[in-house]
Every structure is written in structure tokens, then in C-alpha cells.
């Protein structure tokens, strides 16, 4: 059974920066087949592409964020993060990182964590 | 890039159909075969319910149907049910990423 757990701060001052993990199990990032991806949802809102990535080092970002994010992944921890700079307000988001079936099947999902950027 | 487009809301009754439309643009949906939907209830993870347009995931009732026309894609929910109140996300790729839909409410009535 493949799971995806996001792990972080649920509290980022505003300026700083915003960075999370997701862990897989059951799955090997390193095995290939799939990207690995960041969606945060605003509250009460809809969902918005943040990143992906592949192990071998292909990353693709949201050209609206692209300037302050940045994607990574650990095949050693099994494990993939997001880091996202200069926060504010708007970046109040439920995150979910997500497996996806190349190039927009996102089949497994974490259950998301809430980080709120307030001083 | 701007979401694609879903109506905010929709509503039927059990045991009725109902279509959620997805309108995007010739660059992402008219452009590839790879548009996904996800149903989400209150305070979970989205569920994918359809994959490349059409494809169903194994686990995923027959009830749910996808397909797609010119810029358009839509969502057919049949024989509808109490549970299948929830929130409806579309996602399309762009050729460099993807873009999901604004999402749109289905009541039950």
C-alpha cells in the first residue's frame, strides 16, 4: 500500500521560508515510473500545482511560483521535500504532496498538513 | 497561467446524472489527451476518479465517466448518489506542468 506523509513547521513567519517533506513508503522514488509532486489548497478554495519532480533530477514548476520554489529529493530517505521562500499571507495553504502517473495522474496522496504564515 | 474553468456548483437527485464541465484551452486541454478529475470530501486528500480523459481507476464505480470535446472536458456522474456529494477538481496537463480546475460543489438533493 503506497502512502505519502507530509511532515514540517504549521507555523512560517512572514519573509521566511516555508519547507516541508513528504515520505513515501511503499513505494521507491528511485524505481522511476512516476514523478513526485507538491498541490496546496487555499482555504476553502481550489487546488493549485506547486511541482514536480522526477528522481533523476527533471523538475517542473509553476511558472507563477517558480521564482521561490524549490523541489528536492532524498532516494537514500525515500523522501522528497519543498521549500518556498519569502512567504506571506496568500501562502496559507493546506500542501499535499502526491505520487503522480506521468504526466497529470496524481494516484496516491498525503492527507495534507495546514501551514499558516502569520507573525 | 489561469485555472481551467468548472461551474461552482451543481445539484441533483439521487438516482439522477449529472455533467460537470471543464473549460480550458487549445494549449492544454484541446491540445493533450491527459485530463484527470478528483472528488474530494470535507477535510480529506482528493481521490482521482478518472486518468487520460477516459480511463477509470480499479476501485473507481462505473458510475463516473469522463471524456472530452474540442476545448471542453466533463465529468458524468450516473445513478447518483448520497456520497457522491463532494467537491470536483479537473486537472489538465500544459505541456509543461499542470493546471487544475477552480472545482465545483455537487449537492445531493
Known amino acids: 500500500q503506497v502512502q505519502l506523509q507530509e511532515s514540517g513547521p504549521g507555523l512560517v513567519k512572514p519573509s521566511q521560508t516555508l519547507s516541508l517533506t513528504c515520505t513515501v513508503s511503499g513505494s521507491s522514488i528511485s524505481d522511476g515510473g512516476y514523478y513526485w509532486s507538491w498541490i496546496r489548497q487555499h482555504p476553502g478554495k481550489g487546488l493549485e500545482w506547486i511541482a514536480y519532480?522526477?528522481?533523476?533530477?527533471?523538475?517542473y514548476y509553476n511558472p507563477s511560483l517558480k521564482s521561490r520554489v524549490n523541489m528536492s529529493v532524498d532516494t537514500s530517505k525515500n523522501h522528497f521535500s519543498l521549500d518556498l521562500s519569502s512567504v506571506t499571507a496568500a501562502d496559507t495553504a493546506v500542501y499535499y504532496c502526491a505520487r503522480v502517473m506521468w504526466p497529470n495522474s496524481y494516484d496516491y496522496w498525503g492527507q495534507g498538513t495546514l501551514v499558516t504564515v502569520s507573525s | 497561467q489561469s485555472a481551467l474553468t468548472q461551474p461552482a456548483s451543481v445539484s441533483g437527485s439521487p438516482g439522477q446524472s449529472i455533467t460537470i464541465s471543464c473549460t480550458g484551452t487549445?494549449?492544454?486541454?484541446?491540445?493533450?489527451?491527459?485530463v484527470s478529475w478528483y472528488q474530494q470530501h470535507p477535510g480529506k486528500a482528493p481521490k482521482r476518479i478518472i486518468y487520460?480523459?477516459?480511463k477509470r481507476p480499479s476501485g473507481v464505480s462505473n458510475r463516473f465517466s469522463g471524456s472530452k470535446s474540442g476545448n471542453t472536458a466533463s465529468l458524468t456522474i450516473s445513478g447518483l448518489q448520497a456520497e457522491d456529494e463532494a467537491d470536483y477538481f479537473c486537472n489538465s496537463y500544459t505541456g509543461s506542468g499542470t493546471l487544475f480546475g477552480g472545482g465545483t460543489k455537487l449537492t445531493v438533493l
Open positions: 487549445s494549449t492544454d486541454i484541446g491540445f493533450y489527451n491527459y
Open positions: 487520460d480523459v477516459t
Open positions: 519532480v522526477y528522481y533523476g533530477g527533471n523538475t
